[in-house]
């Protein structure tokens, strides 16, 4: 819709990709006017991720580079509410509820890499971390109707992830009364946690201290595992399965760091999905024949296409899952802060009995809710 204008507003741009220093807050953005096939949206939360992290410290060096590009709109995790459409839109329409996803102009069923991944929003593309935002319409799916803004903003990346992981390989979906181990209080293992809680899974999970290992168990852990104690956790952790035959499914955040104790937790024929790297360099290399010696699927991921974002959507909506937030929701003002509690690795859940999807720090735009 050629003409439509904003009101001047805030947003947080990357200036260079030395670290957090690097974002820079622009209190008079504007946004011009909405392409044919773009979509105004009046952003209501955003959501922070590792990736996040990544892109403002410039990636990493041989695997996934961001190369400095000033002006840069961050984040890639938001929700808010349609404002304009362009003429060519025709799923949305204004007052529509969405959450970003983090690929657009390709393929609904098309699977994400890291060449794609370099045009994601708040990468390649301008992010969340915005008052208004203008996106490619392929960029958003409708939000789930049970939950807030805070809420439905922390599914777009790591929430989608974990659900790729845990349903993404055909004829390996998890299970009703299946095992699966994740690692960390992360917003990839939390929300991998809860899923797998949902659809009545056994889940055993990692830690790094005593404090952690109670939150997890409220919210739903059967066993936690602290890896500073026994770092050599696979085969211990292995134990707690029925007849010690190992995990249905293990969500590997660390890389090489994690994943030869993930192979030895695995079972014959389980499914390791590697999906972060968190760990960061290993003194050796992860030798590919352990998954032989184990007859296990090792299956690398990147967050998910846009189909099973949508899937996940009627997912949350169906099984009543609420995102388990952070003890801090910052406003946009402070979102630099936001990111350097996340890189203190601060940031957990509080909790109640409804609380489900994930551990993600949240910046709240402070509108009202409708």
Known sequence: MAGTETPRFKQWQLSTTLGIDGLNLVEDASIAQVGDEEVLVEMHAASLNFLDLFVAKGGQPGTLEQQPNPGLVTGCDGSGIIKAVGAAVKDFAPG????????????????????????????????????????????LVHAPRSLSFEQAATLPCSGLTAYNALFGLGGRQVQRDQWVLVQGTGGVSVAALQIAVAVGAHVVA?????????????????????????????????????????????????????????????????????????????????????????????????????????????????????????????????????????????????????????????????????
């Open 96 to 139: 529509d509820r969405i959450v970003t996803h983090l690929i657009g102009r390709i393929p609904d069923d098309a699977k994400v890499d890291f060449d794609s991944l370099r045009s994601s929003l708040g990468m390649g593309t301008n992010g969340t971390l915005t008052q208004y935002g203008k996106f490619h319409h392929s960029n």
């Open 206 to 370: 990692t830690t790094s201290s005593a404090e952690k290992a109670v939150k997890l168990e409220i919210l739903g852990a059967k066993h936690v595992l602290n890896y500073r104690d026994t770092p050599e956790w696979g085969v211990p952790a292995r134990a707690f399965t029925p007849g010690k035959v190992g995990f249905d499914h293990v969500v590997d955040i660390g890389g090489d760091a994690t994943l030869g104790e993930s192979v030895k937790a695995v079972k014959t024929d389980g499914v390791v999905s590697t999906i972060g790297l968190l760990g960061g360099p290993a003194d050796q290399q992860v030798p590919m024949m352990a998954a032989f010696q184990n007859a296990c699927i090792v299956r690398g991921l990147v967050a998910g296409t846009r189909q099973q974002m949508r899937d996940f959507v009627a997912f949350v909506d169906e099984k009543g899952m609420k995102p388990a937030l952070d003890d801090m929701v910052f406003g946009i003002e402070d979102a630099r802060k936001a990111y350097w509690r996340q890189e203190r690795q601060q940031h957990f859940p509080r909790w109640s009995s409804s609380c489900t999807v994930e551990a993600l720090q949240v910046v709240r735009y402070l509108r009202e809710e409708v």
